[in-house]
Nanobody, 128 residues
Framework: EVHLVESGGDLVQPGGSLTLSCTASGFRFSSIGMSWVRQAAGKDVKWVASINSGGVTSLYSDSVKGRFTVSRDNDKNTLYLQMNSLEIEDNAVYYC?????????????????????RGQGTQVTVSK
């Protein structure tokens, strides 16, 4: 059974940085592309970033490109999201998911409509 556990969410001021982690188990992590998605309060889930199984190729939504970096450590079965220059608009619950989304992906619908396994999420709050 796929099990994903996100951590690292916190309260941070605009302009600050955070690193999220996602620990995976129950599947061959090193063979699967992974993604980060997020859901702001009252909004649909939106794609943030994806990375291929080897960690060589990554894609980002326009809203985070240049500020966020997705990476992975296949020896530790862990996915990361380094977030810099955080903005108020980055306020959301962040989820890691299996699989990759194509470039240009925007809204993914509701959390219940998300068709890939995800974790329980970690809250990122950006506030003055």
């Amino acid at each position: 059974e796929v099990h994903l556990v996100e951590s690292g969410g916190d309260l941070v001021q605009p302009g600050g940085s955070l690193t999220l982690s996602c620990t995976a188990s129950g599947f061959r992590f090193s063979s699967i592309g992974m993604s980060w998605v997020r859901q702001a309060a009252g909004k649909d889930v939106k794609w943030v970033a994806s990375i291929n199984s080897g960690g060589v190729t990554s894609l980002y939504s326009d809203s985070v490109k240049g500020r966020f970096t997705v990476s992975r450590d296949n020896d530790k079965n862990t996915l990361y999201l380094q977030m810099n220059s955080l903005e108020i608009e980055d306020n959301a619950v962040y989820y890691c998911t299996t699989g990759r989304f194509p470039a240009g992906t925007t809204t993914l619908g509701t959390l219940e409509e998300l068709s890939v396994p995800r974790g329980q999420g970690t809250q990122v709050t950006v506030s003055k």
